[in-house]
């Protein structure tokens, strides 16, 4: 099936670094989310996106929904241990409820 | 229950059965999306009911795959005769339909299902 391209494919940091992470689509999404994944348990909601340039908090994660509608953006600040994850974006599709998931970006924080 | 339930947690099958996995919405939620994530990979979409409307079942792999919703309740997602690569975390999540913007499509998921086809 169809799944949106996320880079880094995984990523390890210090503790206390800041992370970057991105999801790009060749087709315009109307919704940004961005969901975190702990192993054996389903994807958790950290920050929704509606608007075309919307800058949105939560904590020390940042996102933003980029100006093309293609692409999203996440950051988080000053990593902690228990960050680390599987980190999913998912455009919404206009008119729809239907979203397409990105490939994951895999977290592992050391101490 | 506060969340989406999923059950089994865990199924390990032989190759050529049946199985059927369940899924419990957060009541009040109109819309159900069943998901197939492999082993380190992303979510892939199967199929999602809204309300009444007929099924979008456009991301079913094949038809061994099948779903079944009875108005906005239990959700039973069904795989006959099957395979080895069938084997992958079946994941579960219902969103409702609402006009309150901060509520609207966002999913909540369930644990999923862990499917081991021997």
């Known amino acids: 099936g169809q799944q949106l391209n996320q880079s880094p494919q995984s990523m390890f940091i210090q503790e206390g670094e800041d992370v970057s992470m991105n999801c790009t689509s060749s087709s315009i999404f109307n919704t940004w989310l961005w969901y975190k994944q702990d192993p054996g348990e389903g994807p958790v909601l950290l920050i929704a996106?509606?608007?075309?340039?919307e800058l949105t908090s939560n904590g020390r994660l940042t996102a933003q929904f980029g100006i093309t509608r293609k692409d999203s953006f996440l950051n988080i600040s000053a990593s902690i241990p228990s960050d680390v994850g599987i980190y999913f974006c998912?455009?919404?599709?206009?008119?729809?409820?239907?979203?397409?998931f990105g490939t994951g970006t895999r977290l592992k924080v050391l101490a | 229950g506060a969340g989406v339930s999923q059950s089994p947690s865990n199924k390990v099958t032989e190759k050529g059965k049946d199985v059927e996995l369940r899924c419990d919405p957060i009541s009040g939620h109109t819309a159900l999306y069943w998901y197939r994530q492999r082993l380190g990979q992303g979510l892939e979409f199967l199929i999602y009911f809204q309300g009444n409307s007929a099924p979008d079942k456009s991301g079913l792999p094949s038809d061994r795959f099948s779903a079944e919703r009875t108005g906005e309740s239990v959700s039973t997602l069904t795989i006959q005769r099957t395979q080895q690569e069938d084997s992958a975390v079946y994941l579960c999540?219902?969103?409702?339909?609402?006009?309150?913007?901060?509520?609207?499509?966002?999913?909540?998921f369930g644990a999923g299902t862990r499917l081991s086809v021997l």
């Open positions: 999540a219902s969103s409702v339909s609402s006009g309150a913007r901060v509520a609207k499509n966002i999913q909540y």
């Open positions: 996106l509606y608007k075309a340039g």
């Open positions: 998912a455009g919404g599709i206009s008119g729809t409820y239907k979203y397409i």
